[in-house]
T-cell receptor
Framework: GAGVSQSPSNKVTEKGKDVELRCDPI?????LYWYRQRLGQGLEFLIY????????KSGLPSDRFSAERTGESVSTLTIQRTQQEDSAVYLC?????????????FGSGTRLTVV | QQQVKQSPQSLIVQKGGISIINCAYE??????FPWYQQFPGKGPALLIA?????SEKKEGRFTISFNKSAKQFSLHIMDSQPGDSATYFC?????????????FGKGTKLSVKP
């Protein structure tokens, strides 16, 4: 597609429920990143994928968070047993090459609210 | 923990004025320094970027100044316009390999008054 697509754009869930957030990167982009942005805060790195290499999961805040990516296409971020502190905008970005200094293209994010 | 420190947290500038946002980093292994612009409800968009082998890069009204010895870089917006009102993030990236992810500053909310 023309840009990075994320769905849903908004998600309200009850505490304790599981949620899945989806990211469709730009076609041909081998690298895909997930970031979390809490209200009024910067972007917190969560995880990235590069081609078929093992993902870098070093930013995931707890074992309730996991992500998968099928080849060089769609990625899903899953949050199990959601907590109120998980409320944030979850941003996905993709780039053409991991090791090149090219900019990321971000999606518009999924705003998650845990009530 | 690698960090990028950004200031000020918020900035109000009159139309036509110069907006200046500063960032400092700690890790000398960073090799790429982009700035992102984010409007409400949208994801950040790449605005301008610089590598440490140059001291300044200009694109239209936007200029990055880079001071390698001080480990600081700044964004200057000349002739600021109300349409520039947004949140700006500086970022830094480590050398290749497994350090491909960007480390972001906490952002600066810029308001340009007409």
């Amino acid at each position: 597609g023309a840009g990075v697509s994320q769905s849903p754009s908004n998600k309200v869930t009850e505490k304790g429920k599981d949620v899945e957030l989806r990211c469709d990167p730009i076609s041909g982009h081998t690298a895909l990143y997930w970031y979390r942005q809490r209200l009024g805060q910067g972007l917190e790195f969560l995880i990235y994928f590069q081609g078929n290499s093992a993902p870098d999961k070093s930013g995931l805040p707890s074992d309730r968070f996991s992500a998968e990516r099928t080849g060089e296409s769609v990625s899903t971020l899953t949050i199990q047993r959601t907590q109120q502190e998980d409320s944030a905008v979850y941003l996905c970005a993709s780039s053409q090459y991991l090791s090149q200094g090219t900019g990321y293209t971000f999606g518009s994010g999924t705003r998650l609210t845990v009530v | 923990q690698q960090q990028v420190k950004q200031s000020p947290q918020s900035l109000i500038v009159q139309k036509g004025g110069i907006s200046i946002i500063n960032c400092a980093y700690e890790n000398t292994a960073f090799d790429y320094f982009p700035w992102y612009q984010q409007f409400p409800g949208k994801g950040p968009a790449l605005l301008i970027a610089i590598r440490p082998d140059v001291s300044e890069k200009k694109e239209g009204r936007f200029t990055i100044s880079f001071n390698k010895s001080a480990k600081q870089f700044s964004l200057h917006i000349m002739d600021s316009q109300p349409g520039d009102s947004a949140t700006y993030f500086c970022a830094a990236r480590g050398y290749g390999g497994s350090q491909g992810n960007l480390i972001f500053g906490k952002g600066t909310k810029l308001s340009v008054k007409p």
